[in-house]
């Protein structure tokens, strides 16, 4: 489960808006839906927010200025900006801005969360590092409290290559292309059996782990669990 966070939500459009707030507050987050950049000054206490998703078309100030100057003023808030706009150049004025993440609409609700999460690991560490996965490089273990089970080398690179991209996921052909570097024809059925057994060895670890890899359709996986890099 996502740490509870103080989220402020700054989409124009209605409809849009009003869903997000709604389900990022069913997931148990303190939430505020802002439909303009000029209605945030109005809000008090932007201190305590640990979290922004911001539009980037919006009326008056684009999103993009106002990722720019939140970052400058509070360098310690999250950002994930969500826009139609999928063009590279697009995303890296995003980044440049100060955005954590740059998701594309139509985003799903769930992958919403997702980044969320992923970012809230980054943001709170100490409150989930004690209790996360911890992967040990050297001997090639996952370890949780006093369980742990071994992985073999392609799941060992598997994992790291996950837990360095911003969002924890990466599209199918870039985990194929990283595993069939000692392995000429590494195949999508062979990485689908991969991350099956790696499912299972997380989910050993604690039960009450939901999935902690998820399929993304017609993109890749990602990493949902919080995990440690331990060399």
């Known amino acids: 489960m996502a740490t509870q966070l103080n989220i402020i939500v700054v989409e124009d459009h209605d409809a ?3 869903v997000t707030v709604n389900a990022l507050r069913h997931k148990g987050h303190h939430v505020i839906g802002l ?3 000029e209605a945030l000054p109005e809000q008090k206490d932007i201190g305590s927010i640990d979290m922004m998703l911001i539009d980037i078309n919006l009326p008056g100030e ?3 200025s106002l990722t720019q100057r939140i970052r ?3 360098p310690d808030i999250g950002i994930i900006i969500i826009s139609a706009n999928q063009l590279a150049n697009h995303k890296m004025q995003g980044y440049d801005c100060g955005a954590d993440i ?3 609409k139509p985003a799903s609700l769930e992958e919403i969360s997702a980044a969320i999460q992923a970012l809230s690991r980054r943001l709170k560490p100490q409150a989930t590092e004690s209790l996360g996965i911890k992967l040990h490089l050297q001997s090639l273990t996952l370890k949780k409290h006093e369980r742990s089970v071994t992985i073999n080398q392609h799941e060992s690179m598997l994992l790291l290559a996950l837990l360095r991209t ?3 996921r990466l599209e199918t052909w870039q985990l194929l292309e990283l595993l069939s570097h000692d392995q000429l024809e590494y195949s999508k059925a062979s990485l689908e059996v991969l991350i099956v057994r790696l499912r299972k060895k997380l989910v050993s670890l604690d039960s009450t782990v939901g ?3 998820r399929s993304i359709r017609n993109y890749g996986y990602q990493l949902c669990e919080p995990m440690t890099i331990i060399d």
């Open 211 to 213: 999935n902690p890899i």
């Open 102 to 104: 740059y998701l594309t």
């Open 62 to 64: 684009s999103g993009l």
């Open 166 to 168: 911003p969002e924890h």
């Open 16 to 18: 849009l808006r009003e």
């Open 72 to 74: 400058h003023i509070y």
């Open 35 to 37: 439909d303009s950049a």
